[in-house]
């Protein structure tokens, strides 16, 4: 990148073609900077939305020239601060490319752009009796998911995004626009480029249309929620679960702080024990069996107060509860910052290292209330931090740099779904070592001027 | 490379270390070259069996210095030319290198020498109640089948190689060792390295271990067979299958002349109509419910002959036919040049893709009897040539052209599993355009000097 940047140039080469859609103003500027974390935002110099693929190869064409970042933004609810523009540049704001461009009921497919996020796809979705199984929460947009890798909590059914996105269209570095397969739902044609931009954050081009599979709307859903005396239980029976093969669309590990937080928030009077909170997909009699199998194996760790519904108003319900949890655990410090860890380990080792995690933020009195993915082997701890502590901001990375690196001492990894951006850099070198320096080549082969979200990952 | 090789310079550098695993003798060297196909046979110079990681990477570093190809080589099996040496060069063999370095029964996961057979690696997990599911047919490898990023009869319920591979470590092009991911079930750390190394065909590196997926044997198995007026309605009965969501573990399609020479080879006696020939896998119940399910499915499509068996030796029995479906095509025309094709087309597509290409077949006078993971939309017509005719082999050859043009004219793939090896290079530039020069300088960041299996893909 030349310095200092010539947004001027940008904005004179671009103004003509994309007018109104093309602003330097302040307000829209700082929304389009990291929001939605510990990381301290930086904004962009320009906010383009653009509406079609080719005036995406227009404005990466234009900025490569120039040698102006270029930043792809979605919802703008990644975490590790992969929309910041650390060092200046073009947002381009996907948002306006939101259509659903083909649904595909006979093969289980549908392409779509990548500023449609997961909630307006599914609505789109539903009048055909299809889904599209990845939940991250946040209800972020595909090209977003697509680019962190997202998961959630029915990965430990349905896989992540790199198991569900089948082909990608994507403007590269030097402006060309390609497609990285065809709609067949297995291929082996060379080079997996699908699954190297899944995950890529935006750093070797820019998502324009992604095709997914898609997934028939079960016949039967059920939910269970049930509390366990002590996490190592709860752990361990999420771990049972699964090794017996219970094909599970959900399992939701939730600890007793945040159970707590959530009775204070809406009253609901669950007892401060820790929770699993599954659910269950199938025939209906496929579903019966299921929950019968899931409460005979958490008997045996304990469970108590196992409640099971399959109405759809009674499971939204019971679900309520984990959707709630993260402005509930929010809500126990007003005014804090949160950092989410984001680890994942073998299931064989998720149980010592929740406790492990747990008594150690216990040690150095950090608020740290517990979710997870625990079918994966996945949670997140929730650290709450006092702003205008420097003190406390420290102690809390110093912990998720500890917790890391105890996820790694058991083959684990630092990011489960959250992904590097500009707050694992390090952990991701002390994880994969010299594995970076063959990502970097990647980068540099196909970004050799740097303009594609610079900053990230590297 | 360098021209003429250096091939006693490698053998002076390597012999010490490697004593008699070395060999330059011609009948082994012949026996590593490609054997499994329509692919002329180009053998190595030498061949050489490491025995450790350490090894492979130090035969890499010498191969390296002077500018010598080096193709791995597994069992031997795949089809498109993988394994020959049109540059010349050194063949590691990694049979040697064939131990289960650990089986994590809790984790559902295990750590494998690339030279394992799937078939070993089954019998060593048994015991544990356990197998890995991804079934290419032929006895390969599994550093073979992850480098092709095989499939086979079971990717419909439970994915190819790049579902199932959960990390890798591999000597690269400048002799490092790496491993691209830990044990996590998932994880979002930068660029996929695990999923690029899958399917690279040995271009970008040497699989010197693998982490592998493993799954539960079923508690319950069941295989069912029916037979249909015409291969339009099998292909139809099989989409209605999967749409319907039947959690199919593999669904088999054989066209009336595979049956016929089953007929002839083994007695079978069965009707000379195309077979559907699907497993089942969960619980008895819900094995029971699948089985019901089907039944009721292809009846609407004119199935008759519907049998169904539970018990293991009698679902080993109808699937023998299967099994021996290649064997008894290539009698019906002994001695015989046989071509496999491989397309994959979206569901919607896989019966008209399938009865053009019959009828194509049949125009050209070409005996081409077909078999297809229909679950998937992909499927093989075996194209039997006389080896002595140029203008047959020609003949096929621009049939299978033609095929691919097809697959891909309907959004599919020239390629489902067997990969592009030196085969498919044309076909791969048709399919996929400008991306093909992306994977171009991928190779070329990661192996500039081009000693990784050259003249594969590209």
């Known amino acids: 990148m030349q310095r200092p940047l010539q947004i001027d140039q940008v904005t004179a080469a671009l103004r003509d073609r994309l007018k109104e859609r093309l602003s330097a103003n302040p307000t829209l ?31 990466v064409s234009v900025c490569g020239e120039l040698g102006v970042p270029i930043i792809p933004f979605g919802a703008g609810t990644s975490v590790e601060g992969q929309v910041n523009a650390p060092f200046g540049g073009v947002c381009l704001d996907m948002t306006r490319m939101n259509r659903v461009l ?11 752009e990548p500023g449609i996020t997961r909630k307006a796809l599914n609505l789109a979705l539903r009048d055909q009796g299809l889904f599209f199984p990845i939940d991250p929460g946040a209800d972020a947009t595909l090209g977003g998911m697509a680019s962190t890798r997202a998961s959630g909590t029915n990965a430990v059914r349905y896989g992540t995004m790199k198991d569900n996105v089948l082909a990608l269209e994507a403007v590269m570095p030097d402006g060309r626009i390609i497609r ?18 899944v995950g890529a ?13 898609l997934h028939g709307i079960p016949e039967a859903i059920a939910v269970a929620r049930c509390h366990f005396p002590n996490i190592e239980a709860a752990c361990d029976a999420a771990i049972a679960s699964i090794q017996f093969g ?21 009253d609901t009077g669950l007892p401060e024990q820790p929770i699993l909170l599954v ?14 199998n899931f409460e005979e194996i958490v008997s045996d760790y304990g469970a108590t107060d196992v409640v099971s519904v399959d109405a759809p ?51 150095l009195g950090l608020v740290a209330p517990t ?21 406390e901001k420290k102690l809390g990375l110093d912990f998720a740099g500890w917790l890391a690196n105890l996820a790694m001492s058991m083959d684990g990894t630092c990011t489960g779904e959250h992904g590097i951006g500009q707050g694992k850099q390090d952990a991701l070198r002390r994880e994969l070592g010299d594995s970076t320096e063959y990502m970097a080549a990647i980068k540099v082969a196909l970004d050799p001027l740097g303009i594609m979200n610079p900053g990230k990952i590297f």
């Open 29 to 59: 500027r700082s929304q389009h900077a990291n929001t939605a974390s510990w990381v301290p935002p930086e904004p962009p110099d320009l906010v383009i939305f653009p509406e079609t693929t080719e005036e995406v190869a227009f404005v």
């Open 102 to 112: 083909r649904i595909g009921a006979r093969d289980l497919d549908c392409t779509v």
């Open 180 to 197: 990285t397969a065809n709609r067949a739902r297995k291929t082996a044609t060379g080079y997996d480029l699908t699954r190297l931009l």
């Open 201 to 213: 954050e935006g750093t070797l081009g820019i998502i324009t249309k992604l095709t997914l599979r």
């Open 246 to 266: 219970l094909p599970l669309a959900r399992m939701e590990l939730m600890d007793a702080l945040t159970v707590g937080a959530i009775n204070a928030y809406s």
């Open 279 to 292: 659910e269950f997909h199938g025939s209906p009699a496929s579903v019966a069996e299921q929950l019968k």
């Open 313 to 363: 108003e009674e499971c939204n319900k019971l679900w309520q509860a984990r959707h709630d949890a993260w402005w509930a655990a929010l809500r126990m410090r007003p005014g804090c910052l949160a950092y989410t860890t984001d680890v994942c380990v073998p299931l064989s080792r998720l149980s010592e290292c929740v406790s492990l995690a747990g008594a150690e933020a216990q040690r």
């Open 371 to 391: 979710v997870g993915h625990v079918g994966d082997g996945n949670f997140h701890m929730l650290v709450l931090l006092d702003p205008d502590s420097t003190s």
